[in-house]
């Protein structure tokens, strides 16, 4: 079974500052792991994946994250926020089963301060 | 490319009525399509896979006889909410994977369910 813990609910960082959203996942499979966005009332943007290449994922609008196997975690950061990134993040984990089941995390909402 | 769409964006019904609702993939022929519900402030959750051309998956939980879902093609699916019932008033989001059901997953823009 695969499991997602997104830690903390909400992020508030100041325009210009580090972002970094946290994510642990538990998957009884080598994992594929992604990272989405979602902004109010919309669909899920895929922002970056990973799937077992490169442990450092460059994705879109500047965010990268790092896959630690030892640490089972899946960081996603961005060196300089921008208003414009205050939205809801969701980490999600596909798992072994052939059909392709995505498991989401619970979401990091992240509001960006001027 | 990898453009996913979905009609309506927003309906609202009453108790009892069934809402139809379209995913398609506008770019791409999709092999896979999922169904998610969202709640307000909560995760998405996995409701059925749908492969075109055969019956779906549901998840555990979810029922099939409720929530309908067709693939008629390799760009559209549907999900038929039958009878709806206030506690089915939700987020409905539709997703697609390409080459696989283990590809990336291009996501809809979601559909708002009310049920009066």
């Known amino acids: 079974a695969q499991s997602v813990t997104q830690l903390g609910s909400h992020v508030s960082v100041s325009e210009g500052a580090l972002v970094l959203l946290r994510c642990n996942y538990s998957s009884s499979v080598p994992p594929y792991l992604f990272w989405y966005v979602q902004y109010p009332n919309q669909g899920l943007q895929l922002l970056l994946k990973y799937t077992s290449a490169a442990t450092l994922v460059k994705g879109i609008n500047g965010f990268e994250a790092e896959f630690k196997k030892s640490e089972t975690s899946f960081h996603l950061t961005k060196p300089s926020a921008h208003m414009s990134d205050a939205a809801e993040y969701f980490c999600?984990?596909?798992?072994?089963?052939?059909?392709?089941?995505?498991?989401f995390g619970q979401g990091t909402i992240l509001t960006v301060h001027p | 490319g990898a453009v996913v769409s979905q009609h309506p964006s927003w309906v609202i019904c009453k108790s009892g009525t069934s809402v139809k609702i379209e995913c398609r993939s506008l770019d791409f022929q999709a092999t896979t399509m999922f169904w998610y519900r969202q709640f307000p402030k909560q995760s998405l959750m996995l409701m059925a896979t749908s492969n075109e051309g055969s019956k779906a998956t549901y998840e555990q939980g979810v029922e099939k006889d409720k929530f309908l879902i067709n693939h008629a093609s390799l760009t559209l699916s549907t999900l038929t909410v039958t009878s709806a019932h206030p506690e089915d008033s939700s987020f409905y989001i539709c997703?697609?994977?390409?080459?696989?059901?283990?590809?990336?997953?291009?996501f809809g823009p979601g559909t708002r369910l009310t049920v009066l």
């Open positions: 999600a984990v596909l798992g072994g089963t052939s059909y392709g089941k995505l498991t």
């Open positions: 997703s697609a994977s390409k080459a696989s059901p283990r590809d990336t997953q291009y």
